[in-house]
């Protein structure tokens, strides 16, 4: 894993909280992740409407590629971060290989009122999908 600038004065450092999401993530706490997420996204997103799209998401995925979401895992391999900014890859795991073309996501997170937080990737909609 590599760190790159990490910004010490956190509450928690990048790689704390991404290898926090990541285990919360590969446990299906949807809920507990919903709090790595930045203030922003909450404006928008609210927790009990996230939680209930991400439960949904690993149902469908689990219709459609026939595997229990139990299989799915998260790791993060590298870490990269400069002053208020930083890129986390997370690997997405089945059965503890990576998985396709879901296999590695590099994810922005920002540093803000002391600490680090996720950025959704995708321009979010008023319902909280991710198009």
């Known amino acids: ?43 928008i997103c609210k927790k ?26 998260f790791r993060v391999t590298d870490i990269q971060s400069n002053k208020n900014e930083g890129y986390v890859t997370q690997e997405m795991l089945l059965n503890g290989e990576p998985f396709g073309n879901l296999g590695a996501q590099k994810i922005k997170w920002i540093y803000k009122d002391n600490n680090w937080w996720l950025v959704p990737q995708k321009e979010l909609t008023t319902d909280c999908s991710m198009r």
């Open 48 to 73: 009990n409407t996230f939680s209930l799209i991400m439960g949904e998401t690993v149902l469908f995925m689990e219709g459609e590629f026939l595997f229990n979401w139990k299989s799915i895992s």
């Open 1 to 43: 894993m590599i760190i790159v600038n990490c910004n010490l004065q956190s509450s928690e450092t990048l790689e704390e909280r991404a290898n926090k999401l990541a285990a919360f993530d590969s446990e299906g706490k949807w809920s507990k992740s919903y709090e790595f997420y930045s203030p922003d996204f909450k404006k």
